[in-house]
């Protein structure tokens, strides 16, 4: 008796093990196929912070690129960002419970900010991981005092040391639109409601892909619902990645509803359009 008691005991045990043991595979795939995704789609790549100092021990390509002019291993991660934001991302390494914050990234040597946002990925005992993600077009980093009465973005755009000598273009189009115009990024978007203004689609493209913007076409579904039509536009519901969007294309695509498509990007890109709550993206679809 004793034995089948046993017997039966040392089975019951064997099928919690394996039960665990397959609740484990389950959660490390499932883990692993997100990890797949977020390199895919939602990251601008990653870096190590060691949690005591707080400075840069390692970083992707990807990181790098967007500090291309200067070597940001071994500096503090609080250098990266302006000075208002230095307090959060110091946060966001070492309290376990932040996990992510939105900020505005500063190359010093280049003198311009773009906003990041930055999620706590993954930490150790003495490790954090940081995934950055691009969410705002590069600006040319201002003085606050010296920009004029009612720009809007004047907000926020702190001033940069060390870049007296930077040299801050005016568009062609005047102060209205010098901003977004003064930097690399800017430029690739012209005023493109101008018809005799020339503009690169594949240097646009190039950018959307870097920003992760540019949404492959496999990954929209489109509903039968229509949300709104015009005579040449018309905005269908759907579905990107399992969330409902709206989505906007031109009933016919010539070269004027072109200009206006890519003159809207140029906008959406800044996310401060009054009736956009997020901007997900572009769809190339000839």
């Known amino acids: 008796l004793w034995y089948v008691l046993f017997g039966c005991a040392l089975a ?15 959660d490390a795939f499932a883990a692993h ?26 970083a992707s390509d990807q990181v790098v690129k967007l500090f ?5 291993v071994g500096m503090p991660v609080a250098d990266l960002v302006c000075a208002p ?25 280049a003198g311009e900010t ?17 995934a950055l993600q691009v969410v705002g077009e590069r600006h040319v980093a201002v003085r606050t005092d010296e920009m004029p009465s009612g720009d809007v973005n004047s907000v926020n755009r702190p001033r940069v ?23 690399s990024t800017g430029r690739v978007f012209p005023s493109l409601v101008d018809g005799n203004h ?9 950018l959307c892909r870097q920003e992760h913007c540019l949404i492959p076409t496999r990954d929209i579904e489109l ?30 695509f010539f070269i004027h509803e072109g200009v206006e498509i890519l003159n809207e990007l140029r906008m959406l890109r800044l996310v401060r359009h009054p009736c956009i709550t997020q901007f997900f993206g572009v769809i190339v679809l000839s």
């Open 33 to 58: 196929r997100a990890n797949e995704i977020l390199l895919q789609y939602s990251s601008n790549g990653f870096c190590a912070i060691d949690i005591e100092s707080e400075t840069i021990r390692s």
């Open 198 to 206: 020339p503009y690169d689609l594949n240097a646009i493209l190039s």
């Open 85 to 109: 934001d230095k307090g959060r991302v110091q946060r966001l390494v070492k309290v376990s419970q932040q996990p992510m914050e939105i900020v505005q990234c500063v190359d010093q040597v």
């Open 223 to 252: 509903g039968e619902a229509g949300i709104a039509s015009g005579s040449f536009w018309q905005v269908k519901s759907g579905s990107w990645k399992g969330t409902p969007v709206a989505v906007k294309r031109s009933k016919n």
């Open 114 to 130: 773009f906003d990041c946002k930055m999620l706590r990925y993954m930490s150790s005992t003495r490790t954090t991981w940081l």
């Open 68 to 72: 291309p002019n200067f070597n940001i």
């Open 161 to 183: 040391f060390g870049q007296e000598g930077v040299e801050e273009v005016e568009s062609s189009c005047g102060g209205e639109n010098s901003l977004p115009e003064t930097t």
């Open 12 to 26: 019951l045990l064997l099928f919690k093990f394996v039960l665990s043991v397959d609740t484990f595979c389950t």
